[in-house]
């Protein structure tokens, strides 16, 4: 059974820079990924994700200020977030895709407020 843990998170400024990780359990060699947020009071939404093969996608809101990678050795994921904005508040999880199954983060808060 993968597991996945996730990292980072916190209150910031608008302006400011966070970035959050996921850490996959077992012998992960090839997997998809994605982040998706929640924000206050709206559906889960995707805003990245990054296949093993193929094309980066990214939602327009966060377009030239987030960027998803992946260590694939290491089974890590990243979200570098800059250029924060209140309306980027919400909870942040994680998903790796192996084969099909996916496997989720436990989800961690990010506040951005002056």
């Known amino acids: 059974q993968v597991q996945v843990v996730q990292s980072g998170g916190g209150l910031v400024l608008p302006g400011e820079s966070l970035t959050l990780s996921c850490a996959a359990s077992?012998?992960?060699?090839?997997?998809?990924m994605a982040w998706w947020r929640q924000a206050p009071g709206k559906e889960r939404e995707l805003i990245a994700s990054?296949?093993?093969?193929?094309?980066?996608y990214y939602t327009d809101s966060v377009k030239g200020r987030f960027t998803a990678s992946m260590e694939i050795g290491k089974a890590l994921v990243y979200l570098q977030m800059n250029s924060l904005k209140p309306e980027d508040t919400g909870v942040y999880s994680c998903?790796?895709?192996?084969?099909?199954?996916?496997?989720w983060g436990q989800g961690t808060q990010v506040t951005v407020s002056s």
């Open positions: 077992g012998s992960i060699t090839l997997f998809d």
């Open positions: 998903e790796i895709v192996i084969n099909g199954a996916s496997y």
């Open positions: 990054v296949p093993m093969f193929g094309n980066t």
